[in-house]
């Protein structure tokens, strides 16, 4: 009897170790957190840019990955703010999620300018696309399909309302001149493939997200993507038609980067965004860019916070006028 | 014959002395993973994802060990259901109703044997419909809007009342709780924080683990300590494990019917293996009747949510191979694995992967036979494992699903969270409430919801919209016939159902 009491108890002990393991780590290797589980895009920019720094030499020692979900983020923000506000080896995988969520004020009170946002080193170019029988040929016709009815053309998007993906027709519509932006219908599904598959099954218009996501469909025949939402066409996707040459200057990607904690030194600082230079011209990040639809698109250092700023400015005006902001 | 040459494809690739070896590994891993409360199949996968890197394996290797700890986990998750009444994970939740009874039987070893057995069947028809069928039924999901899943989450919630105890108004309460708790998070529809009371923890809402950990195994230690340790209904009479083949075939229909049903409940994206397994139990319940004497802990009662869970396991591969879409929190996983391998799963997968697609079916089907041979003698460890007194046995329990959710998130807060569901489970239990619906309310509930949401978006608030396909009427008729035909059976039979418990 006590014997298998030991046995049943050594089996959950190395489940439990093994489970557990996972997230100690040395105390002097550098620090990469992903705000999510494993396998999302945080985890793929902290693995990614964690491998390279250590195979290009970098950092001395492999960057310890921690993933630590939760409220999108928000646990891993709040984190960096209140508990490693100096830590000077610790960096926190970022995009544009998160910087929508700061100018919603969805991580409860918090700001972009508590953390420094160090630089992105790549971008999942975003799309408008429609299904392949679709009447829409262009993004001009469907704007004015808009104008004349708002409710004629609905969204899907992977993102939740007021997220980045609902964004993305928004900012094309306020460029064209249409302000009415809550009576346009959207949508959130779980994940930019949902949101193909009710755009393909008729029951929305049109689909908003990331190329990434649509690549496989496109391949397949089942959508037409009408606009990518980039300064220039996308490589590989030079028959896509830009936003920007249709008449509508909307810049809008998915962009992969870093942030550190705000008490660390200008020195340490600047040494952070040398690395992710090095990162971004390395051989390597152009394979794990190529092998994961991302688009070049590197803003390292003062000329990133610039960015991160606007992009929250006009974020959070439009929040307030969709009222999803609290 | 071209499928024949692809499986032969499939198997050049998954099979070899390494890859089985894996295979048996990650089936063992998976079994545990799965029968411990707190932790499920998805976190057993996301857990591993880590060390799958770390012990730099390719990817066909990587990919035999995520698929045999998800079949694993899949099979593991019925034995605390039987053995313990505290489901492993949120598919095995059904089992509870009729596997623990019938341990308490005396029947411990047969419950085993007889859903592993029912495991296989559905996993393994379910990986044929794979290999079939996946690429017609892939244009299935493009059939299914807002409106139509609400409809068949309604049907669920519909049928629900019929299910649990004697006393209906009891499980709608139940119910209510569960959905009550499903509205907590952020809204998707407005992207507000909705009952969060401003904390960052429970901006994702609750997690089905920490609600089953605490209603189940937490308040089971409350009754445990309320009666000095000699009260607790943990502890089986233990018989002699041989193969049960007259239950094996007095529940073979059951299991092709639970199987079938379940493999469509996870072909739909948007349902899952929870989904399948309570619509196969209920599926057979209602093909029994009230002489079925479902919930005594008969046979039927455990082939059925078996099948149904491990070929919805099945099913749920098709959207998401053919598609990427997931159809249940793990094969979300298992598709941020194939992303990580760098290969995106959607329409041109089975045309320009052919060796990973058939080496991950090919890894399937080993999985599953390994699982079976290795279940039915392992049936007596875990059945051994009974004979620890329940004062060691219930603690031990306690803390291993108390350090596996805090893995999870690592956070102290879901382990309040998780005494608060003991609490509120010990209460219930007091007022005789079935603490499965809640469970339920919770898995489908916030499903149903945004579906509903969905639709009144698309529509403008037109409730019409509703009714407004085929698929969708033919819903609201099993729904309505299935909240309606029990009170008037009720009537016609004129036996009040049998109080069971």
Redesign the interface.
């Known amino acids: ?1 006590t014997k ?2 030991l ?3 050594m ?2 002990a190395v ?2 170790v ?3 393991g ?2 100690t780590s040395a105390a002097s290797a550098a620090e990469c957190i992903a705000p999510a ?4 895009g945080w ?2 920019t902290c ?1 990614q840019i964690g491998k390279i720094l250590f195979d290009i030499g970098a950092v001395d020692k492999p960057v310890q ?1 921690t993933n ?5 983020g ?2 891993a923000y ?1 984190t960096v703010v209140n508990e490693r506000g100096d830590d000077a080896d610790l960096i926190v995988a970022a995009s544009s999620a998160t910087t929508t969520r700061l100018a ?1 004020n ?3 009170g918090m700001t972009a300018d508590q953390v420094r946002f160090v630089g992105a080193i790549g971008a999942d170019p975003g799309i408008i696309a429609v299904a392949a029988d679709s009447d829409i040929q262009d993004l001009g016709q469907m704007v004015e399909m808009i104008k004349a009815d708002p ?1 004629s053309v ?1 969204f899907a998007g992977g993102s ?4 980045f993906d609902h964004m993305k027709p928004l900012m094309v519509l306020q460029k064209a001149g249409f302000t009415d932006i809550t009576k346009v ?7 930019g ?2 949101a ?3 755009t ?5 218009q049109a689909m908003t997200g990331d190329m ?2 649509v ?3 496109l ?2 025949g ?1 959508i037409r993507v009408i606009a990518v939402l980039t300064d220039e066409r996308v490589p590989g996707f030079e028959q896509i038609p830009t936003a920007k040459e249709q008449g509508f200057d909307v810049i809008a990607v998915n962009w992969r980067g870093l942030y550190v904690p705000k008490g660390i030194s200008d020195a340490r600082f600047d040494e952070w965004a040398g690395k992710l230079q090095q990162v971004a011209d390395s051989d390597e990040w152009a394979q794990a860019m190529k ?3 991302l688009a070049p698109f590197t803003k390292v250092g003062g000329d990133f916070q610039g960015y991160v700023d606007g992009l929250v400015a006009d974020i959070a005006s439009m929040s307030k006028e969709l ?2 902001t ?1 | 014959m071209e499928t024949l040459a692809n499986l032969a494809l499939g198997f050049s690739v998954a099979l070899s002395p390494y890859t089985l070896m894996l295979a048996v590994v990650g089936c063992f891993i998976g079994t545990i993973i799965g029968a411990l409360p707190g932790l499920g199949p998805s976190n057993g996968v996301a857990i591993l994802i880590p060390i799958s890197f770390a012990l730099g394996l390719d990817a066909t290797a990587a990919l035999v060990l995520m698929t045999a700890v998800y079949y694993g986990a899949m099979y593991g998750g019925r034995i605390s259901s039987i053995l313990l009444n505290i489901p492993g994970d949120e598919p095995a939740l059904m089992t509870t109703l009729d596997g623990y009874p019938m341990a308490k039987n005396g029947e411990a070893g047969n419950a085993l044997v007889l859903s592993g057995v029912a495991s296989f069947v559905g996993a393994f028809l379910a990986t044929v419909g794979l290999i079939l069928l996946a690429p017609v039924l892939a244009r299935v999901a493009f059939l299914f809007g807002p409106a139509e899943y609400f409809a068949l989450y309604l049907l669920a919630f519909c049928t629900l009342g019929g299910m649990a105890s004697n006393n209906q108004a009891k499980s709608a309460i139940a119910a209510c709780i569960g959905l009550g708790i499903a509205m907590i998070g952020v809204d998707s529809s407005s992207g507000l924080p909705r009952l969060t009371g401003g904390n960052l923890h429970l901006y994702d809402g609750v997690d089905f683990l920490v609600a089953i950990v605490g209603l189940f195994a937490i308040a089971e230690l409350f009754f445990f300590i309320e009666s000095h340790g000699k009260g607790s209904s943990i502890g089986v009479v233990l018989d002699k494990v041989s193969i049960p083949w007259k239950y094996i075939r007095q529940t073979f229909p059951t299991m092709l019917r639970s199987s079938g049903v379940g493999f469509v409940a996870g072909v739909l994206p948007g349902a899952g293996a929870s989904l399948g397994s309570f619509l196969a139990y209920m599926t057979e319940k209602s093909i029994a009747g009230e002489k079925g004497k479902f919930g005594t802990g008969v046979p039927k009662g455990i082939a059925a949510p078996e099948a149904g869970n491990n070929a919805a396991a099945g099913g749920a591969l098709v959207p998401m191979l053919t598609l990427g879409v997931p159809g249940s929190g793990t094969t979300a996983v298992l598709l941020a694995l194939l992303m990580t391998l760098n290969i995106t799963p959607g329409p041109t997968l089975f045309r320009d992967n052919p060796d990973v697609v058939w080496g991950l079916i090919a890894s399937l089907l080993i999985a599953n036979v390994v699982l079976l041979i290795m279940n039915v003698p392992m049936v007596k460890i875990f059945v051994k494992i009974l004979s620890v007194p329940a004062w060691i046995l219930l603690p031990g329990v306690t803390m291993i699903s108390t350090t596996g959710i805090f893995a999870l998130t690592g956070s102290y807060f879901d382990l309040l969270m998780l005494i608060g569901f003991g609490v509120l489970g010990y209460f219930l239990r007091k007022l005789d409430v079935p603490t499965v619906p809640v469970i339920l309310g919770i898995l489908l509930g916030g499903n149903m919801e945004d579906a509903l949401r969905r639709a009144m978006t698309l529509s403008d608030g037109d409730p019409t919209y509703l009714f407004s396909s085929p698929i969708a009427i033919g819903l609201w008729i099993a729904a309505i016939l299935g909240f309606v035909a029990p009170m008037f059976l009720r009537g016609i039979l004129k036996k009040p159902q049998a109080v069971t418990d």
């Not at chain 1, 589980?37 to 999302?40: E, K």
């Not at chain 1, 630590?68 to 999108?72: C, F, K, L, R």
């Not at chain 1, 393909?200 to 929305?204: D, K």
């Open positions: 009897m298998t009491l046995k049943a108890l089996t959950s489940v439990a093994s489970a557990t996972v997230t589980n494993p396998g999302g985890d793929f693995r990955v630590m979900p939760g409220a999108g928000g646990l709040g919603q969805a991580y409860a409710g609905a939740a309302v007021g997220g219908k959207y949508i959130g599904v779980d994940g493939a949902d193909i598959t009710q393909v099954g008729g029951f929305t990434s996501e690549v496989s469909f391949a397949n089942d092998d994961n639809g009222g999803v609290q």
